[in-house]
């Protein structure tokens, strides 16, 4: 499902125009973003988190030249679903179908 999927489904549900359903999930986004540069982490409550991870410091190969690189550490976005998400989830039935087939 693309964003524009995701907008469209939001506004046929709720009945909010899909300009300002787009307006609202762009802010959304834009809010995850500069609050995560920030080094704050985000919790939505039965939906899940979004986590900077922190990624240690270690050596990488270049294969193409094979050479070793340095990795520094760094922080990278993460999401966890919650339990009430994952649990949803699993009990699909259509995600069980699709498990089947």
Not at 1 to 24: H, L, P, Q, R
Not at 51 to 63: E, G, P, Q, T, W
């Amino acid at each position: 499902m693309t964003k524009a999927e995701v907008i469209a489904e939001i506004a046929d549900k709720t009945g909010i125009e899909k300009a300002d359903v787009s307006a609202t999930v762009e802010a959304f986004f834009k809010v995850v973003k500069d609050s995560m540069a920030d080094g704050n982490n985000i919790y939505v409550r039965g939906f899940g988190s979004f986590v900077n991870k922190k990624r240690a410091k270690k050596v990488a190969r270049n294969i193409s030249k094979n050479t070793s690189i340095i990795i520094d550490e760094h922080f990278i976005p993460s999401f966890k679903p919650s339990k009430t998400f994952i649990g949803k989830i699993k009990n699909s039935k259509k995600i069980k179908e699709l498990a089947q087939a």
